[in-house]
């Protein structure tokens, strides 16, 4: 806020992403079943930013649907679960993002 909007009662609404609140890391989980073509996928600076863009906050539990290159040009819908989150809820530039596999045999072909 600035020291006008506090003289006039102005709340500011601005958010910023780098503030104190923001998760320090957090661990979301993929199917043991998903192809390496798509670990690596998931590993890509481009799906981490996507990541970071997408969802505004993170809680253990949370679970995100996602779709992932498999390979040969092919996609697969995969779950993500937030399995821990460091710090607060909110994911910011800074907010680290580790992976790790879970063995719930979603991916299984029938």
Do not use: N
């Not at 506090?6 to 890391?25: M, P």
């Not at 997408?54 to 819908?77: K, N």
């Not at 989150?85 to 909110?90: C, L, R, T």
């Amino acid at each position: 806020m600035t020291e006008s909007d506090q003289r006039s009662g102005v709340a500011d609404d601005r958010s910023d992403r780098s503030d104190a609140t923001g998760a320090e890391r957090i661990v979301v989980s993929y199917p043991a079943a998903l192809s390496e073509a798509g670990r690596r996928q998931l590993e890509k600076q481009s799906f981490r930013s996507y990541l970071h863009k997408t969802h505004g906050e993170a809680r253990a539990g949370d679970v995100w649907e996602e779709f992932v290159g498999v390979g040969c040009g092919t996609t697969r819908d995969v779950s993500l679960r937030v399995e821990r989150v460091d710090g607060g809820a909110e994911i910011t530039d800074e907010t680290a993002i580790s992976y790790a596999a879970r063995d719930d045999g979603e991916l299984e072909d029938d």
